[in-house]
């Protein structure tokens, strides 16, 4: 990958200015001087964490990863070079070291984080559910407090269609121009359906016409999903995991050209960036690859990682259990804004500020929780939920085998790739967690009822396209 996407491919800028007319003809632009600048941010301290509340300049940029697991990247103790640039990032940044998604399927895990509520309470489960619109999401919280909104997403599963523009000003998918000869040469069966040097450039664009507005923006990327790279980044050879490996580290590339473009429009000091994902991936530790069929630790370990306006002298990491739904509440109090109050989800700022000073911790952990109905993709059959309770080092596990139930309890503190059941051991705690869980579904959903649409057969071959298995008719 060249040094600027500019320079590589121009005419990503005019699907850029297709994408965002309707965005850039509300304002007068400024195109800058195009040179690429170092990071301009000053030192800070945790003190000044929380005088971020006070600033009334600050942007928020929400980087979503598809599928990217936490323990495939240098800053989460990987021992291969797969993110040199997320690992710069959190070195004088915010690294939560126990980040839990709520789903291994994005439609349900991202409902989940835009809300603040668990999967079995916000109503989308299944491939024909959508948000409901009485759901706050945060767009729509940033919105009312002067921000401006965009969203540039590339998987289907967060369609405008599925309610996920709520409080968007601009919601849309980059237009693909085609592949890279280099990227095509890795995937051939690739259809033209773009990469995430698109969104990048989408957000290039969108940085050179702002003004004085705050605003937000998510780029939803999808490349380490599709297992794309190009030859500078095929490091790891050439099996199923490694051309995973090799994925990340392309879009860490990507995502460092743009954090170069960032800091040359000016907005590196002034904007909260937050780095994530929707779930993880497996590789046969169970026998099974890809994610959406279970919800054990290698589909739902995933990173969180905040960039802050200023640089701190030392990283910060939290070791308490952090999990999906807290990302938005914590963003909400870092910026002084009060988000909704009737989610399960809260803010991580006491856990971030007691790391900071060397405390305790204010609770001892979270309980975290992930949930998926094993029959999302299927029509006219009943739900199958397969769920995790995260307490502490121990996770337990139900799932189904066909018909046949399955439990696991795993302790991490003695089996760190949770791989050895203590089911038939531990009863006791087995029943505990067991206990706390089945408590939970029984809870009634947040917004009165599941709702749903109709989904044609060109979208669910799109989405099929990507990877997931829809069934038929």
């Given at each position: 990958m060249s040094n600027s996407i500019l320079d590589k491919r121009w005419p990503w800028l005019v699907a850029a200015l297709a994408i965002i007319g309707l965005y850039v003809a509300t304002m007068d632009s400024d195109p800058g001087d195009g040179n690429s600048v170092a990071d301009p941010r000053q030192l800070g301290?945790?003190?000044?964490?929380?005088?971020?509340?006070?600033?009334?300049?600050?942007?928020?940029?929400?980087?979503?990863?598809?599928?990217?697991?936490?323990?495939?990247?240098?800053?989460?103790?990987?021992?291969?070079?797969?993110?040199?640039?997320?690992?710069?990032?959190?070195?004088?940044?915010?690294?939560?070291?126990?980040?839990?998604?709520?789903?291994?399927?994005?439609k349900?895990?991202?409902?989940?984080?835009?809300?603040?509520i668990n999967p079995w309470r916000t109503g989308v489960t299944s491939f024909d559910h959508i948000v409901s619109e009485s759901a706050e999401m945060p767009a729509e919280t940033l919105k009312d407090a002067g921000y401006r909104t965009a969203g540039i997403w590339r998987n289907g599963w967060v369609a405008p269609t599925f309610g996920f523009e709520q409080g968007f000003d601009v919601y849309n998918r980059p237009r693909p121009l085609g592949l890279p000869n280099e990227v095509l040469a890795k995937k051939p069966t690739l259809k033209g359906g773009g990469n995430d040097e698109d969104i990048a450039a989408s957000m290039i664009e969108f940085l050179r016409v702002q003004q004085d507005e705050k605003w937000f923006l998510y780029l939803h990327m999808m490349d380490v999903h599709e297992y794309i790279y190009d030859d500078t980044s095929a490091l790891f050879g050439s099996n199923y995991m490694d051309i995973y490996d090799n994925s990340i580290h392309w879009v860490d590339e990507t995502i460092?050209?743009?954090?170069?473009?960032?800091?040359?429009?000016?907005?590196?000091?002034?904007?909260?960036?937050?780095?994530?994902?929707?779930?993880?991936?497996?590789?046969?530790?169970?026998?099974?690859?890809?994610?959406?069929?279970?919800?054990?630790?290698?589909?739902?370990?995933?990173?969180?990682?905040?960039?802050?306006?200023?640089?701190?002298e030392q990283q910060l990491v939290v070791e308490t259990r952090s999990r999906g739904i807290d990302v938005w509440p914590t963003v909400f109090q870092l910026l002084g804004l009060s988000g909704p109050e009737e989610i399960d989800?809260?803010?991580?700022?006491?856990?971030?500020?007691?790391?900071?000073?060397?405390?305790?911790?204010?609770?001892?952990?979270?309980?975290?929780?992930?949930?998926?109905?094993?029959?999302?993709?299927?029509?006219?059959?009943?739900?199958?939920?397969?769920?995790?309770?995260?307490?502490?080092?121990?996770?337990?596990?139900?799932?189904?085998?066909?018909?046949?139930?399955?439990?696991?309890?795993?302790?991490?503190?003695?089996?760190?790739?949770?791989?050895?059941?203590?089911t038939e051991t531990e009863t006791e705690t087995l029943d505990r967690l067991?206990?706390?869980?089945?408590?939970?579904?029984?809870?009634?959903?947040?917004?009165?009822?599941?709702?749903?649409?109709?989904?044609?057969?060109?979208?669910?071959?799109?989405?099929?396209?990507?990877?997931?298995?829809?069934?038929?008719?």
């Open positions: 301290s945790i003190d000044d964490i929380t005088a971020l509340a006070e600033r009334e300049d600050l942007n928020v940029l929400f980087i979503l990863i598809d599928t990217l697991r936490s323990d495939h990247l240098g800053s989460y103790g990987y021992e291969r070079d797969t993110s040199p640039f997320l690992d710069e990032l959190a070195e004088n940044g915010i690294l939560f070291k126990r980040h839990l998604s709520q789903s291994s399927w994005t349900a895990s991202m409902a989940s984080m835009w809300t603040g460092r050209i743009m954090f170069e473009h960032l800091s040359d429009q000016g907005f590196r000091d002034n904007t909260i960036v937050v780095v994530t994902s929707d779930h993880g991936e497996a590789f046969s530790e169970r026998g099974f690859e890809g994610h959406g069929r279970r919800v054990y630790k290698e589909t739902t370990e995933v990173p969180l990682i905040v960039s802050l306006p200023f640089k701190l989800g809260r803010s991580l700022v006491p856990d971030i500020m007691a790391a900071g000073r060397g405390e305790a911790p204010p609770e001892a952990d979270r309980i975290g929780y992930s949930h998926l109905d094993q029959n999302w993709g299927q029509r006219e059959v009943e739900p199958l939920q397969t769920v995790a309770v995260s307490d502490g080092p121990l996770r337990y596990v139900r799932s189904f085998i066909g018909s046949q139930e399955v439990e696991d309890l795993f302790d991490a503190s003695t089996d760190d790739a949770e791989l050895q059941t203590l067991r206990a706390l869980i089945d408590a939970k579904l029984e809870q009634t959903l947040a917004f009165g009822e599941h709702e749903t649409r109709e989904i044609g057969e060109l979208e669910l071959n799109q989405l099929r396209a990507i990877g997931y298995d829809l069934g038929e008719k």
